[in-house]
């Protein structure tokens, strides 16, 4: 079986350069390289996760080796154009909470994810409970990191685009497309999928999981990185968990 390294970019570091994020994921990927059957992964990053494992898988040389890169929501201008925004949208938000459920319940109503199921897998590790007060304040204060945020993703259409491994884009909408990636789409040089759903977000992944393994099950089998026997247990088993988890969106 295949291993899959999934990329979400979760750090209490401050000095969160390009270089360390990379030397970061580099770090993390030699501790559990011994722990792993195979040594040939797939890398699935969402949104900065996605320049970073692209970056990565050019670079390559390193103990394991990258045989595709899966990123979700990357797309170079539309992230710019919203770092231009980012400072504000980081003050309008709450510095503390006074418990689990009230960050749970802000995060779920702006859709960060809408998912409660996902929310409460994915939120724990962005907050650490304060000592005298007990309230939960975020790990990272992302307002440190300004002044790298310029180069999160500078050059991740061309450096995505020149990837010789199998590649795929998979996106929230087909509209947050930039020139240049809408270019190589119609031009066939890049594969792109989209959410089928009219409520997708920024964390479709976390909203809509079967469909996003669905996705990356269907794009691996047909680069024969697993036989069709092996994508249908991967897919029954996908979906199976889902109806025993019995999960509400909302």
Known sequence: MIQVITL???????QLSFSVLIL???LSSDIIYDMISKKTLIIVGHSLGGVIAT???HRQGYRFNVSSVIALDTVEETAISHLSHMEEVLKSWPQFFPNKEDYLNWATRIGRPFSRASAELSLPSLFIEEGSSNNFIWRTNLLESK???SGWFTGFDNSFLTLTIPHLLILSSMD????VLTVAHMQGKIEIEAIRALDTSHFFHEDFPDETVAIIIKFINRKGFISNEEAVGMLRASFSSHYRRNECRY
Request: include cysteine; charge should be negative; glycine fraction near 0%.
């Open 176 to 179: 947050i497309l930039d020139t």
């Open 55 to 57: 970056m990565v898988a």
């Open 24 to 26: 970061v994921f580099i």
């Open 8 to 14: 979400f970019c979760n750090s209490s570091l401050y």
């Open 147 to 149: 002044q790298f945020w």
